[in-house]
């Protein structure tokens, strides 16, 4: 059975070399010998890094470890060092005598051999004897000094952290660093920092913040086990077994995502012996139902429908993927340039501009024209190694990445590599790249083949299956044998595998561009790839980590778009969040003084809608594309107070209350409220599909569903297709219609999720023709920012209360905000 | 291509450090010395004859890896006129009872081939 997709695959292992030095991992072999002390046997480079003696006699020092072997590719090849005469082995008393006549030299021991008379008559000048360890260093001419650029790769260790390794390998001989630094189980971990000495300092303090996410993932992920569910079985077109079911959820767990693998189980009665199988989420539908294709198609009991349990499977793969490639970042050498990898640590790199020719028009084939701000972003972003592309809602973040994407693409410097953290801005980015003309390749997690793509020609699993050339008519006859059997003998199943991962390989060598998620970039189809050339979009939302996967494959030439001002990346770890796993790379480079380009034109929103948004979250800057008149709903009789301002805040004075999992909130007047806008919206001609109700909360979200299919004063299936969701699911997307529900409404506690600037702007930005916020002004005028956007809405007269049909200004008084947020 | 230019810091050594250090290295060196001292045994026989074939040109030596310098760039060839920085010795190690001798550079202004130099030196004057 094929459990992973990443089977025999070791993450990061292979360019590990077992002779890097122990402290600081420089691996030349010129640079490094070895302690020969039976129960050491560790290799150390003759730097002196940060410390008075070189690491080598640093160690030998602080182990008392006398003895040492050269390495088999130095210039001496494969020695131990010792006494011509005696054999004797101390280093501390080895050094060079020469031949009084000739160029001959060899080692001798101070003690006794140095000292023996009778050598004076023999050919040997021994007035000159050279230490082999001098100045706290080994003879540079016998073991090379790293050079300054491997120096100033390598691991920056300090004498008491070499002081603090030392005491540790003489319990445990096999610590690493990591060791050295991992913190006990109730210490906070070491935060993140802005700078960092090195890849290893970077990996020490990254890699137990992903441990922490991925033990927390998995802690709850696997507590996630539902019993007595309901399944109504179906089958799908490839002829597998799917099972739909309900699979409810609170706020903060997860959310199910197609691609995620759950176990279902039956525990068996009379007629039926106990079954289980495992199967991947193929699709979630509108009605909150789990699509899940099983594995397993013989002995599923398809007549019993009840009594169903259902488990999440857990897999470490991405986890293990961002560890991977933090430690190739710190291995090896070739993972991404030099200038990349020092400007990422943080150091100081003097400025480097990447010569290319540059195109003479910045746009590309098959896209919308670009504006300025968008030619600007596009030309800087060619010459430059490193740059971030700041992407506020609705300013053409895409259409501008697909253009840097054609114009790298076509100075032949190999593929480019293209991702994102979600699957759906990867898709986006694929269609709008190969509308460019050029060939792209969408590889997709294995787990992910069944769930339907809206660029499904361009995935890789599709083009192998429908590859038309002769040669494939094997593959073929092999794919349709599995799929009308289910199954292949044991050779046709090598041979099967041994094809198609020829074909995979030979399609994906011969696109322009390879895009997928960051953390399908550590995919094994991909092991071999190098890209010189990435970019990376939506990177605000993933974490550090998450970006270098698809950075370590040899990149010299980074672009991350984003938008620090919306929503960062989902950290369900409070430990791992408050230490910093949630700032994105591109929030560490701008405060490293990286400035963004930004897009300035915004395409989008009505122009009364996005002046809030430009003022409170761009500095003013942002500018309409659209016009008042574009964005003028005609023929939509809807009750906006002021006309031509197609926005209003609507006062609720109702109380908010516990969800009935007792873990969410949800306010019933808001909620009839929501209904009763959605209705107006339908009556005059909007159509479902136009609108979008946001509510931060789940217990709300599943209220309003519900409320509104119950007591919709239209046809109960109008209400069904409207997507009622929460802030996080709607980033990235726009609708003509936005209803926002802010659900909290109490005098003394938070406002919970609506505290955060980032969600607030997401939240106001997904509209393009208006915007309705539900909220209680008194509770959330205390927070500065709903404070200065009430009062925005006030001096417009767009604060509201009363019957829908009789909207009245509102008097309500604002209550004085807290001072400092944050 | 990949030229990067890193804004060097100044490495500084903490003094207190260094002089643990090399007070710790002192004295691994002199109780290396004692213990060989200490040790009540014959004077070592000498086994130091300079092989025959070391006198009789290099041709068929072993050559380490590098020799030609993959890391020893410092040397300048002799047609490029300039003075070289780099002397070449032939090192003599023994495996098990066998000798062998392998090549190296050992940069000019290195006491051990002051001898060399000086030789050479009486020779032109000659
Ligand atoms: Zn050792
Ligand atoms: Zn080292
Ligand atoms: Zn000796």
Redesign the interface.
């Known amino acids: 059975e094929e459990t992973g997709e990443d089977e025999n695959f070791e993450y990061g292992k292979g360019d590990f070399t077992e002779h890097a030095c122990r402290y600081c991992g420089v691996q030349n072999p010129a640079c490094v010998v070895r302690c020969n002390v039976p129960s050491c046997r560790k290799w150390f480079c003759n730097s002196r890094g940060n410390t008075s003696g070189s690491h080598i006699v640093n160690h030998l020092v602080r182990a008392k470890h006398k003895e040492v072997c050269l390495h088999k590719d130095s210039p001496l090849g494969e020695t131990i060092l010792e006494c011509y005469n005696c054999g004797c082995r101390n280093v501390f008393l080895l050094g060079f005598i020469s031949a009084k006549t000739e160029s001959v030299v060899v080692l001798l021991c101070r003690e006794p051999c140095l000292s023996v008379n009778a050598l004076k008559d023999m050919n040997w000048d021994l007035s000159q004897w050279c230490p082999l360890i001098d100045d706290r260093c080994f003879l540079q001419w016998l073991v090379k000094i790293p050079s300054e650029q491997e120096q100033l790769r390598a691991r920056q260790i300090s004498a008491q952290q070499i002081n603090k390794v030392e005491e540790l390998w003489k319990t445990n001989p096999d610590a690493s660093f990591e060791d050295l630094e991992k913190p006990g189980v109730d210490d906070e971990p070491q935060p993140v920092a802005l700078k960092y000495e090195d890849a290893y300092q970077y990996q020490n303090v990254f890699a137990p913040l992903v441990k922490l996410e991925a033990d927390y993932d998995k802690m709850m992920k696997e507590s996630q086990s539902k019993d007595n569910v309901t399944i109504r079985w179906d089958i799908g077109l490839n002829k597998k077994r799917i099972a739909y079911f309900v699979f409810p959820k609170e706020d903060n767990e997860l959310r199910l995502v197609p691609g995620d693998e759950l176990r279902l189980r039956y525990s068996g009665d009379a007629a039926h012996p106990a079954w289980q199988s495992v199967g991947h989420v193929i699709k979630l539908t509108a009605q909150e139902e789990v699509a899940l294709e099983l594995r397993a198609s013989q002995g599923v009991p398809v007549d019993v429908n009840h009594g169903f349990s259902v488990d999440f499977v857990w897999k470490s793969t991405s986890f293990d993927r961002m560890q991977g490639a933090m430690k190739t970042f710190a291995v090896d050498e070739t993972s991404v340039s030099g200038y990349i990898y020092h400007h990422l640590l943080g150091h100081e790199v003097e400025v480097q501009v990447v010569r290319n020719t540059l195109p003479r028009r910045f746009g590309a084939p098959g896209l919308p024209e670009l504006n300025a701000s968008q030619v600007f972003a596009v030309k800087s972003v060619l010459q430059k190694p490193i740059s971030l592309i700041q992407g506020p809602p609705g300013t053409g973040k895409t259409v501008t990445s697909a253009a840097i994407v054609y114009h790298m693409a076509k100075q032949g410097q190999g593929q480019v590599l293209v991702c994102a953290p979600s699957n759906v801005a990867v898709d986006q980015l694929a269609e709008k790249i190969s509308a460019t003309g050029l060939k792209v390749v969408r590889l997709c997690a294995k787990s992910r083949e069944a769930v339907s793509s809206p660029v499904e020609h361009l995935t890789l699993h599709y083009q192998v299956r429908h590859l038309d050339t002769s040669e494939k008519s094997e593959l073929h006859k092999l794919q349709q044998l599995k799929d009308e059997q289910g199954e292949l003998s044991s050779s046709d199943e090598k041979k099967y595998k041994a094809l198609k991962r020829a074909t995979e390989r030979e399609i994906s060598q011969s696109a322009d561009v390879i895009c997928c998620t960051c953390v399908g970039a550590g995919d094994p189809r991909l092991a071999n790839f190098r890209f010189r050339q990435v970019l990376i979009d939506e990177s605000t939302q993933a974490t550090e980590p998450e970006c270098l996967i698809p950075l370590v494959l040899g990149v010299k030439q980074v672009v991350l778009v984003g938008d620090h001002c919306q929503l960062g990346p989902v950290i369900m770890c409070k430990k791992a969040a408050r230490a910093g796993l949630a700032q994105s790379l591109f929030e560490r480079l701008v405060l490293l003084g990286v400035k963004p380009f930004r897009l300035q034109v915004q395409y989008r929103m009505h122009p009364s809608l996005s002046e809030f948004p430009s003022n409170s979250f761009y500095e003013g800057t942002l500018q309409n594309g659209v016009t008042i008149n574009e964005r003028q709903s005609s023929g939509i009789d809807f009750p906006w107070p002021v006309p031509n301002r197609p926005m209003f805040f609507y006062v609720q004075m109702g109380q908010e209350e516990i969800s009935a999992s007792g873990t969410s909130y949800l306010n019933r007047t808001e909620a009839a409220n929501v209904e009763k806008i959605v209705t107006t919206f339908l009556r005059s001609g909007v159509v479902p599909s136009q609108i979008g109700v946001i509510t931060p909360y789940e217990g709300q979200r599943a209220y309003i569903v519900n409320y509104m299919a119950r007591n919709g004063a239209l046809r109960q299936q109008l209400y069904k297709e409207i997507e009622v969701a929460s802030v996080d699911s709607f980033q990235g997307r726009e609708k003509d219609f936005i209803i926002l529900s802010c659900v909290r409404s109490n005098e003394h506690q938070g406002i919970g999720f609506l505290n955060d600037p980032r969600r607030l702007n997401v939240a106001l930005t997904r509209a393009r023709y208006g915007i309705v916020v539900l909220g209680n002004p008194k509770v959330l005028s205390k927070q500065p920012l709903w404070n200065s956007l009430l009062t925005h809405y006030k001096e417009h007269e767009c604060l509201v209360e009363g019957p829908l049909n009789n909207l009245k200004q509102s008097m309500v008084q604002f209550q004085k905000p807290k001072k400092i947020y944050n | 291509d990949?030229?990067?230019?890193?804004?060097?810091k100044v490495?500084k050594?903490?003094p207190q450090?260094?002089a643990d250090?090399?007070r710790?290295?002192r004295a691994?060196?002199q109780e290396?010395?004692d213990s060989?001292?200490l040790e009540v045994r014959a004077?070592?026989t000498?086994?130091?004859?300079?092989p025959m074939n070391?006198?009789e040109g290099s041709a068929n030596h072993?050559h380490?890896?590098?020799?030609e310098g993959?890391?020893?760039d410092e040397t300048l060839d002799e047609e490029g006129g300039g003075v070289k920085k780099?002397?070449?010795?032939?090192?003599?190690?023994?495996r098990g009872n066998k000798q062998q001798?392998?090549q190296?550079?050992?940069?000019r202004d290195?006491?051990?081939?002051?001898?060399?130099k000086q030789?050479e030196a009486a020779e032109l004057e000659e």
């Open positions: 990949d030229e990067v230019q890193v804004r060097q490495v050594v903490d450090e260094e250090f090399d710790e290295l691994l060196m290396s010395l060989r001292k004077r070592p000498l086994n130091m004859m300079i070391v006198f072993h380490g890896r590098g020799v993959d890391s020893g780099e002397v070449q010795v032939k090192v003599l190690v023994k001798t392998k190296m550079f050992i940069p290195c006491s051990l081939v002051q001898s060399t030789k």
